[in-house]
């Protein structure tokens, strides 16, 4: 045994020993350990059943009540709050016991008979009358613990007949009757509440869409009746309560919609005049809002029936419009007009308004992995409604400066980075062809249009202006599907004042001198995404994005071909032609509260043809970093088996145009908003030509021995969502290595990554 093992051996002794909390129960209780289940049946029941049942009652037993915790084996929150106890416990011991203690669960807290009771009430719930229970206590006097084991034994379920609506008066009974065709029962169904609660919510809900205003799934009872039969069957009836009010059993119509397009608390709105405008009132002193623009976010109407889901459906799309802070929309009932089959609602909207103007202004202090670090600030000014049609209009500039404190060859290496953009978005699609809003139920789409300058000093190197415009669409589909799509986006960029230093590392590499001389790039890109990560309260998420950039297509139509072969200009300016594609695709399975096992791929190629040999370089695609594989600096991993460490030169980029990656994360809760997580990365990047200044970087069939790999382990302070993200990774597999040195796990080659937000 070496002294290393030894040593690990003698604290695993000492903490157990340590942990040992039997010297601390009284003498007159035992501690309890949990309970066994034993299921049998008097008649045959299918393995799926029985799963469930069993499912159904271990979560009885489980939390009736739950039995102290323990790691590896160790009550260690049980022995904090033991060490609590001692007369002086000392500030150590008090914080531990704060933090990580648990009282003792003794076996005089569990009530066996009242869990044999719950654990027949869950199978009557479920049709499995008469069934019996029993239990034991199983005690343990020298490890002073105790346990119970509880046998039931199951008796043969009670299935339905026939599902009949009883005695329900008109037009409800119509109603009920006409969705029927979608109920969950089903006949030769086993009795379960469970399931008959569902169905009452089900009618509800469907009621609440065609008008039942006052109705509630409570007002309905469900009879069952098992004397027409002797071999456990029985009629199932469904009845209205009496004490079921006149104004619940009938639909209600809107008679009349009032909206205030500019309210506030102090607001008096007894003295307004209404404008009428497509049957409905809206009431503003003065302009605040167009009613052409507001009023297709309205899918409320004079003379329908109440429905809570158009109701839902104006309040979201009038609240995704930028200008409201708060959307209310109340219902008053018109006693008046109340008659046997109909009832008349006064639909009241009010919005109240954000603030038109305001001014941001963001602070930074930047730290990037290339050591160059620096402050930042940026200054915004947003106009909100700014041509009242709900306009958001956002200026913004910037200014930021870097230095390299810890360069090579300690060259003074610094730069400075201006930038001004401009940004305004409608809340409705504009388009040379009308599109009615009735096509865009769920929401309608926003038209976004953008204008950036930029200027980058890299002081030694070279100075970059670049500008970019974009025209666009992007709309949500419904709650976890979105659209977005960019017809024009045009990027240019002009490199000037180019170093001699800098034009010698060009010169070494051709596709990186390509890369830079794209300077125009014109086309359309299109995105489409799926996130299944909104739905919190499923085990299994998916969420799925693909992007689309296409560039170059349309200006090829105006340009025309160089005699000599060199790439075609437009307006003087050479332009690039390429298409990308990009898949993104997340998968979360949730074990329970905040442990949840978070994976993803990606996949991207981009193809430069036609007027281009390579991607522009603002389009390639680079690997490492703590958004991808965490164990390699940013730009550091790829392409292929290339080596960068063996790059003298300052400014260099490891770019490819096909990158592939995967990440795994086991992410579980440590304290209140601390989180921990434990994860592998691998990926890279690669070229589909070689590029002679990149050796080793020509994707081949061997690229499954080309990956980057890594581990390790991070801490994340999430508070509401806002995530500071610590990592610290290991690569274990460094393709850049010759092969059969690949597998190493060298912590001397750690990478500690500061980021916010979760990776994926």
């Given at each position: 045994?070496t002294?290393?093992?030894?040593i690990?051996?003698?604290?695993?002794?000492?903490?157990?020993?340590?942990?040992?909390?039997?010297?601390?129960?009284?003498?007159?209780e035992?501690?309890y350990?949990?309970?066994?289940?034993?299921?049998?049946?008097?008649?045959?029941?299918?393995d799926?059943?029985?799963?469930?049942?069993?499912?159904?009652?271990?979560?009885?037993?489980?939390?009736?009540?739950?039995?102290?915790?323990?790691?590896?084996?160790?009550?260690?929150?049980?022995?904090?709050?033991?060490?609590?106890?001692?007369?002086?416990?000392?500030?150590?011991?008090?914080?531990?016991?704060?933090n990580?203690?648990?009282?003792?669960?003794?076996q005089?807290?569990?009530?066996?008979?009242?869990?044999?009771?719950?654990?027949?009430?869950?199978?009557?719930?479920?049709?499995?009358?008469?069934?019996?229970?029993s239990s034991?206590v199983?005690?343990?006097?020298?490890?002073?613990?105790?346990?119970?084991?509880y046998?039931?034994?199951v008796?043969?379920?009670?299935?339905?007949e026939?599902?009949?609506?009883?005695?329900?008066?008109?037009?409800?009974?119509?109603?009920?009757?006409?969705?029927?065709?979608k109920?969950?029962?089903?006949?030769?169904?086993?009795?379960?509440?469970?399931?008959?609660?569902?169905?009452?919510?089900?009618?509800?809900?469907?009621?609440?869409?065609?008008?039942?205003?006052?109705?509630?799934?409570r007002f309905?009872?469900?009879?069952?009746?098992?004397?027409?039969?002797?071999?456990?069957?029985?009629?199932?009836?469904?009845?209205?309560?009496?004490?079921?009010?006149?104004?619940?059993?009938?639909p209600?119509?809107?008679?009349?919609?009032n909206?205030?397009?500019y309210?506030?608390?102090?607001?008096?709105?007894?003295?307004?005049?209404?404008?009428?405008?497509?049957?409905?009132?809206?009431?503003?002193?003065?302009?605040f809002?167009k009613l052409?623009?507001?009023?297709?976010?309205?899918?409320?109407?004079?003379?329908?029936h109440?429905?809570?889901?158009n109701?839902?459906?104006?309040?979201?799309?009038?609240?995704?419009?930028?200008?409201?802070?708060f959307?209310?929309?109340?219902?008053?009932?018109?006693?008046?007009?109340?008659?046997?089959?109909?009832?008349?609602?006064?639909a009241?909207?009010?919005?109240?308004?954000?603030?038109k103007?305001?001014?941001?202004a963001?602070?930074?202090a930047?730290?990037?992995?290339?050591?160059?670090?620096?402050?930042?600030?940026?200054l915004?000014?947003i106009?909100?409604?700014i041509?009242?049609?709900?306009?958001?209009?956002?200026?913004s500039?910037?200014?930021?400066?870097?230095?390299?404190?810890?360069?090579?060859?300690?060259?003074?290496?610094?730069?400075?980075?201006?930038?001004?953009?401009?940004?305004?978005?409608?809340?409705?699609?504009?388009?040379?062809?009308?599109?009615?809003?009735?096509?865009?139920?769920?929401?309608i789409?926003?038209?976004?249009?953008?204008?950036?300058?930029?200027?980058?000093?890299?002081?030694?190197?070279?100075?970059l202006i670049?500008?970019?415009?974009?025209?666009?669409?992007?709309?949500?589909?419904?709650?976890?599907?979105?659209?977005?799509?960019?017809?024009?986006?045009?990027?240019?960029?002009?490199?000037?004042?180019?170093?001699?230093?800098?034009?010698d590392?060009?010169?070494?590499n051709?596709?990186m001198?390509?890369?830079?001389?794209?300077?125009?790039?014109?086309?359309?890109?299109?995105?489409?995404?799926?996130?299944?990560?909104?739905?919190?309260?499923?085990?299994?998420?998916?969420?799925?994005?693909?992007?689309?950039?296409?560039?170059?297509?349309?200006?090829?139509?105006?340009?025309?071909?160089?005699?000599?072969?060199?790439?075609?200009?437009?307006?003087?300016?050479?332009?690039?032609?390429?298409?990308?594609?990009?898949?993104?695709?997340?998968?979360h399975?949730?074990?329970?509260?905040?442990?949840?096992?978070?994976?993803?791929?990606?996949?991207?190629?981009?193809?430069?043809?036609?007027?281009?040999?390579?991607?522009?370089?603002?389009?390639?695609?680079?690997?490492?970093?703590?958004?991808?594989?965490?164990?390699?600096?940013?730009?550091?991993?790829?392409?292929?088996?290339?080596?960068?460490?063996?790059?003298?030169?300052?400014?260099?980029?490891?770019?490819?145009?096909?990158?592939?990656?995967?990440?795994?994360?086991?992410?579980?809760?440590?304290?209140?908003?601390?989180?921990?997580?434990a994860?592998?990365?691998?990926?890279n990047?690669?070229?589909?030509?070689?590029?002679?200044?990149?050796?080793?970087g020509?994707f081949?069939?061997?690229?499954?021995?080309?990956?980057?790999?890594?581990?390790?382990?991070?801490l994340?302070?999430?508070?509401?969502?806002?995530?500071?993200?610590?990592?610290?990774a290991?690569p274990?597999?460094?393709?850049?290595?010759?092969?059969?040195?690949?597998?190493?796990?060298?912590?001397?080659?750690?990478?500690?990554?500061?980021?916010?937000?979760?990776?994926?």
């Open positions: 045994m002294f290393k093992n030894f690990v051996l003698c604290i695993l002794i000492v903490l157990c020993y340590a942990c040992s909390v039997t010297k601390y129960i009284p003498e007159d035992l501690l350990t949990g309970a066994t289940l034993e299921i049998e049946s008097d008649s045959l029941l299918k799926k059943t029985k799963d469930i049942i069993k499912t159904n009652l271990n979560s009885v037993i489980s939390v009736t009540p739950k039995p102290n915790g323990n790691i590896l084996g160790m009550p260690i929150g049980l022995y904090f709050y033991y060490k609590n106890q001692q007369e002086h416990p000392g500030f150590i011991n008090k914080w531990l016991y704060k990580f203690g648990e009282e003792p669960v003794y005089s807290d569990v009530q066996p008979f009242e869990v044999e009771s719950l654990l027949l009430n869950r199978l009557d719930n479920r049709g499995f009358f008469y069934s019996s229970s034991e199983i005690e343990n006097a020298d490890e002073k613990e105790a346990s119970v084991d046998k039931v034994i008796a043969q379920p009670y299935k339905m026939n599902y009949t609506l009883d005695s329900l008066p008109q037009p409800i009974e119509s109603n009920i009757s006409a969705g029927l065709d109920t969950i029962i089903k006949k030769d169904m086993r009795f379960d509440l469970p399931l008959m609660q569902n169905e009452r919510k089900r009618i509800d809900q469907s009621l609440k869409k065609i008008g039942y205003y006052n109705f509630n799934e309905l009872i469900f009879e069952a009746d098992t004397n027409q039969y002797k071999n456990k069957r029985f009629d199932l009836f469904l009845k209205l309560k009496e004490e079921t009010p006149k104004e619940a059993i009938i209600y119509e809107i008679s009349e919609i909206i205030y397009p309210y506030n608390l102090e607001t008096d709105t007894s003295n307004m005049a209404a404008e009428r405008y497509k049957e409905k009132n809206y009431y503003q002193d003065e302009l809002f052409k623009y507001l009023d297709p976010f309205l899918t409320l109407e004079e003379g329908q109440y429905n809570a889901e109701s839902k459906n104006t309040a979201r799309r009038l609240s995704q419009i930028g200008t409201y802070k959307v209310n929309i109340q219902y008053k009932e018109i006693d008046s007009a109340l008659t046997d089959s109909l009832g008349k609602l006064e009241n909207i009010y919005l109240s308004p954000l603030n103007r305001a001014i941001q963001e602070l930074q930047v730290t990037k992995s290339n050591n160059f670090t620096g402050p930042a600030m940026s915004s000014f106009n909100r409604n041509f009242n049609g709900g306009e958001t209009l956002k200026i500039a910037k200014i930021g400066y870097e230095a390299q404190f810890t360069s090579k060859d300690n060259e003074d290496l610094s730069s400075t980075q201006l930038g001004l953009s401009a940004e305004l978005l409608f809340p409705r699609i504009i388009f040379p062809v009308k599109v009615g809003p009735h096509f865009f139920k769920y929401n789409p926003k038209t976004k249009t953008s204008l950036s300058l930029d200027y980058l000093d890299r002081k030694g190197y070279f100075s670049s500008s970019s415009a974009l025209f666009g669409y992007t709309w949500d589909a419904n709650r976890l599907v979105t659209y977005e799509i960019n017809p024009i986006s045009i990027n240019y960029t002009k490199p000037w004042n180019i170093t001699t230093d800098f034009q590392i060009l010169d070494d051709p596709y001198q390509d890369s830079f001389e794209q300077e125009f790039i014109t086309g359309m890109t299109f995105s489409f995404t799926y996130n299944g990560l909104l739905e919190t309260r499923k085990r299994d998420q998916i969420f799925f994005n693909t992007k689309l950039d296409i560039a170059g297509n349309s200006l090829s139509l105006f340009s025309k071909d160089n005699p000599d072969g060199s790439p075609n200009e437009i307006f003087g300016l050479e332009y690039a032609q390429y298409a990308k594609a990009d898949v993104d695709i997340y998968y399975h949730r074990f329970k509260k905040d442990h949840v096992l978070a994976s993803r791929i990606f996949a991207g190629y981009g193809i430069a043809y036609g007027n281009s040999t390579i991607l522009p370089n603002v389009k390639q695609y680079f690997a490492g970093g703590p958004y991808s594989v965490r164990a390699f600096r940013i730009r550091s991993l790829g392409p292929g088996t290339f080596d960068g460490s063996t790059v003298s030169d300052t400014y260099y980029d490891q770019t490819g145009n096909i990158r592939l990656e995967a990440n795994v994360e086991y992410r579980f809760p440590i304290y209140s908003f601390l989180k921990g997580a994860f592998v990365d691998a990926g990047i690669w070229n589909s030509i070689e590029n002679p200044a990149l050796p080793g020509k081949s069939s061997d690229f499954l021995q080309e990956l980057g790999m890594g581990a390790g382990v991070g994340r302070v999430d508070v509401q969502g806002f995530v500071i993200r610590l990592d610290l290991t274990f597999h460094n393709p850049a290595l010759p092969e059969g040195e690949r597998y190493e796990f060298d912590t001397q080659e750690s990478v500690l990554n500061f980021a916010i937000g979760y990776p994926f």
